[in-house]
């Protein structure tokens, strides 16, 4: 689970929207904010977006120590991001 409690930024505004099964309300939130931001395109930005929280959304595998587990998610986004 994605703990989002005190995550804040001046360059988003609240939004409120029915309550859904958990990825329509992903959905409906990440396109209620796409293009806020504008360092890709619209589809782009929303394909990335969508791959980055199923990256991140990973679990620790049985045996993996926490810093290998970092690791590995680190390199997951990395290789998404192109960095």
Known sequence: MKNTS???TESFSEIKIAAAPGE???ERIIQEHLQQIKL???ETELQLTKTLLQALNTAKKEGE???DFQKRVEQ???KLLGV
């Open 6 to 8: 005190q995550l804040e």
């Open 24 to 26: 329509d309300t992903e």
């Open 40 to 42: 890709f395109d619209a």
């Open 65 to 67: 120590n926490v810093m």
């Open 76 to 78: 997951e986004v990395g």
